[in-house]
């Protein structure tokens, strides 16, 4: 087995762990009324769907909570650009794209994300969705033009007519009292479908198509309609225009030793004392092993509740506000909500090395109102490198068995997974012969599995789909299911393209026989032997018709291309509680799978 290795900073480790932390915000919902420019082909509707195989085509009902794009020769699509305008924000929406069509979204009105029918394209540029569009100058030579475009780190898209959801921590660009530019605007971090694909890339300029042609401190939502048929929903923006908090009028003692409670403190003399203007102006430790309590201000400029994130790696750590007492210290790091008053506001912190490799100093960063999570202090501890992720290569083992989390349900421990170049990859339980995962984009992260000691399970890297939970799939005409199960192992009859998995059900060998598409839109799969009742293939209490053979099962986010013809109309059917998609089983099913 061959298997990636990639560094890992601490702080880049801690900075999502406190991104999904903040403390809570106050997100701006946006409707077709936020917005201006609409000349007649963007509607609210109350649903939308498309059939993957009618090019730039969305179907529409009436209601209300989705804004389509829905362009035609009476009608032909806009721009439509938010009356609001904004600085750092915070952007979450979902979006849907007709098959072959074309959207994008410009925070600020300059810079664009890219939204684009990019299903099973294997290989990403800045066009393809979710790519950062490239800047434009028309002056340059034919091939040139084009320049510091940013393409998705990996392929996550959906199907064509399954909502996706985008969400974008964006950082406009400063100038100072003059009006001159001193910082580049900046995506923090873009996540399409759950799976980062941007982080920390710097913008030196407007992309293509921007509305101003310059940087701007301010500059509204825009989101393009003129390329072809498009809806979202669900748009929320979280402006973040509080000023960053200081930290000042620090005074410190050292105390040398290891100490992994306050009570072990008691009758200790400080080996060093004084003042700093700041955190980051205290000397370096006295000794290798040694405990720190720092006193300071903590000023804010808005009242409200905030969180503050402390964290002494390899270390213990401790945060009290005002004459709050400390009880423990903590070996994982402090998460603490405060109500902080506008100003100043007394704290304590205390960071205990207690080992002789713990690293000098501490993490610290805050949020709260207007203010996205913001670092009060990155220092020695900074640099600390935790384990580098393990990563399996799907060209040399693109077959891997392992433990598998997955929500609602005990750990599977007979799990599994199976990549392609096409990069459509999916994970099969072998205990209950269930299709439980499929997913696009990279394969599996080992480090749980791998890493010290290990715990045997291993992540899907890419946008997973959690199918169903494990069950036998294969039930009689009353949906009850035989326990009489065995597995028999499977066999690779075309390398990872082609797998057939057996097991005897009910002293009946079925072949479950699962190939990835040639065309890279997702799986076929071929079950025999399967009896004559009915077979699961999603969990879920909805299967909607989008086409000719066409049918979109929306709680999973999947399309189920399947001759009803041939086989009967798919149902669904609730069992102990549990809601799922059936087949007709006359001894053989075969269907497809496109997501």
């Not at 053979?549 to 929306?554: A, D, T």
Request: hydrophobic share 35%; with cysteine.
């Amino acid at each position: 087995m061959i298997l990636k290795k990639h560094v890992c900073l601490l702080t880049a480790a801690l900075a999502i762990q406190i991104g999904s932390l903040q403390a809570q915000q106050n997100p701006v919902k946006l409707d077709l009324n936020s917005f201006e420019g609409n000349k007649g082909s963007w509607t609210e509707v109350g649903k939308v769907w498309a059939d993957p195989t009618v090019p730039n085509e969305l179907q529409s009902a009436d209601g209300s909570g989705v804004m389509a794009n829905l362009p035609g020769k009476k009608n032909p699509g806009a721009d439509i650009i938010s009356k609001e305008k904004y600085g750092d924000v915070d952007l979450s929406l979902e979006y849907m794209v007709a098959p072959e069509s074309n959207s994008g979204v410009y925070l600020q009105g300059n810079y664009e994300i890219q939204i684009l029918d990019s299903w099973a394209n294997t290989t990403t540029k800045p066009g393809d969705n979710g790519g950062i569009y490239q800047r434009w100058d028309d002056s340059k030579p034919e091939g040139q033009k084009g320049y510091q475009g940013y393409a998705p780190r990996q392929n996550v898209s959906k199907a064509p007519g399954i909502w996706q959801k985008l969400e974008v921590s964006f950082q406009a660009a400063k100038f100072d009292a003059a009006g001159k530019k001193i910082e580049n605007a900046r995506f923090l971090s873009v996540r399409l479908n759950g799976v980062t694909i941007h982080e920390n890339l710097e913008v030196f300029g407007p992309t293509r198509g921007s509305l101003t042609g310059e940087d701007v401190a301010l500059g509204p939502l825009r989101i393009q309609g003129d390329h072809g048929a498009v809806a979202f929903r669900n748009i929320e923006i979280t402006p973040f225009n509080a000023k960053t908090p200081t930290v000042s009028g620090v005074s410190y003692e050292t105390f040398q030793g290891s100490f992994n409670n306050l009570e072990e403190l008691a009758g200790k003399t400080a080996t060093a004392k004084g003042s700093a203007a700041s955190l980051s102006e205290v000397p370096a430790s006295v000794s290798d092993v040694n405990l720190t309590k720092y006193n300071a201000n903590l000023n804010v400029a808005e009242a409200g509740e905030y969180q503050i994130t402390l964290q002494v790696p390899g270390g213990l750590a401790g945060f009290v506000v005002g004459n709050e007492t400390l009880s423990e210290l903590s070996n994982r790091g402090v998460r603490v909500r405060k109500q902080l008053n506008a100003g100043n506001n007394p704290i304590q912190i205390i960071a205990s090395k207690n080992r002789n490799w713990s690293v000098d100093g501490f993490n610290m960063a805050i949020s709260g109102p207007g203010l996205r999570n913001t670092e009060l202090l990155v220092s020695e501890a900074g640099a600390y490198q935790e384990t580098d992720p393990i990563l399996v290569d799907a060209d040399e083992t693109p077959v891997l068995r392992s433990f598998r989390d997955i929500p609602n349900t005990p750990r599977l421990s007979h799990v599994v997974s199976v990549a392609s170049k096409a990069q459509v990859n999916y994970a099969y339980d072998m205990e209950t012969g269930t299709l439980i995962q499929v997913w696009r984009g990279e394969f599996l992260d080992a480090t749980p599995m791998w890493n010290s000691r290990g715990n045997g399970v291993s992540v899907p890297l890419g946008s997973v789909i959690n199918l169903t939970s494990p069950a036998i799939n294969a039930v009689n005409s009353d949906y009850s299911a035989s326990e009489e199960f065995r597995t028999k192992g499977y066999q690779l009859m075309n390398g990872s393209e082609d797998v057939v998995f057996s097991y005897l059900l009910s002293g009946q060998t079925v072949k479950d026989e699962i190939k990835v598409l040639e065309s890279g839109k997702g799986i076929k799969r071929s079950v025999s032997g399967a009896g004559n009742g009915f077979y699961k293939v999603a969990a879920g209490t909805e299967i909607e018709k989008v086409g000719k053979g066409y049918y979109l099962l929306p709680e999973t986010g999947v399309y189920l291309e399947y001759d009803e013809a041939a086989f009967g109309a798919p149902v669904t059917h609730s069992t102990d509680g549990k809601a799922g998609i059936f087949l007709p089983a006359k001894g053989n099913i075969v269907y497809n799978l496109l997501f």
